[in-house]
T-cell receptor, first 112, second 110 residues
Framework: EPEVTQTPSHQVTQMGQEVILRCVPI?????FYWYRQILGQKVEFLVS????????KSEIFDDQFSVERPDGSNFTLKIRSTKLEDSAMYFC??????????FGQGTRLTVV | DAKTTQPTSMDCAEGRAANLPCNHS???????VYWYRQIHSQGPQYIIH???NNETNEMASLIITEDRKSSTLILPHATLRDTAVYYC???????????FGKGTKLSVKP
């Protein structure tokens, strides 16, 4: 069964450093998403991406965040200057049109 | 914010049916009801979705009331591995974003 793949599974970074979280969506999917989940809290929407541009973003997705689909297969989330409060699980998801979204297993980001 | 209301937690005996309710009284005509679950801190797992008809797949059944203001997810024979947080989500259109609430923490007990 096709799946969304995320790497790395765990990333530790120092405050102020840039991180890039990587996702390989399911190959024929067209819509891509990033979500985050701070420990013990609910899953929060960050951004959706379609046709090589952001289609919607939440208020969490400020100028520190950016997304990119650099090569037609990967979908990345970049955090420019990490803060302690960016520590969370980050989930990537993808979907075709008119179908359910599938989620990856997440990247645990720890900012120290 | 989430447009659904779910109980915070529920218990179910192993082997029995688990019935998880969800209220979505403000749902509009083109919005679907989706159910996902999350086991520990794994990625949310799709279960089932529907518009107005009842739906069944290999995992669960979804019963939507005629007025579409509420629905019930049914796991026919719950196992210990079904212990998870279950999210009922109202999703607009085909690419509407999934907005998660706090869900129902289902504990399946031996």
């Amino acid at each position: 069964e096709p799946e969304v793949t995320q790497t790395p599974s765990h990333q530790v970074t120092q405050m102020g450093q840039e991180v890039i979280l990587r996702c390989v969506p399911i190959s024929n999917h067209l819509y891509f998403y990033w979500y985050r989940q701070i420990l013990g809290q609910k899953v929060e929407f960050l951004v959706s991406f379609y046709n090589n541009e952001i289609s919607e973003k939440s208020e969490i997705f400020d100028d520190q965040f950016s997304v990119e689909r650099p090569d037609g297969s990967n979908f990345t989330l970049k955090i420019r200057s990490t803060k302690l409060e960016d520590s969370a699980m980050y989930f990537c998801a993808s979907t075709q049109e008119n179908t359910e979204a599938f989620f990856g297993q997440g990247t645990r980001l720890t900012v120290v | 914010d989430a447009k659904t209301t779910q109980p915070t937690s529920m218990d179910c005996a192993e082997g029995r049916a688990a019935n998880l309710p969800c209220n979505h009284s403000t749902i509009s005509g083109n919005e679907y009801v989706y159910w996902y679950r999350q086991i520990h801190s794994q990625g949310p797992q799709y279960i089932i979705h529907g518009l107005k008809n009842n739906e069944t797949n290999e995992m669960a059944s979804l019963i939507i009331t005629e007025d579409r203001k509420s629905s019930t997810l049914i796991l026919p024979h719950a196992t210990l591995r079904d212990t998870a947080v279950y999210y009922c989500i109202v999703r607009g259109g085909s690419q509407g974003n999934l907005i998660f609430g706090k869900g129902t923490k289902l504990s399946v007990k031996p």
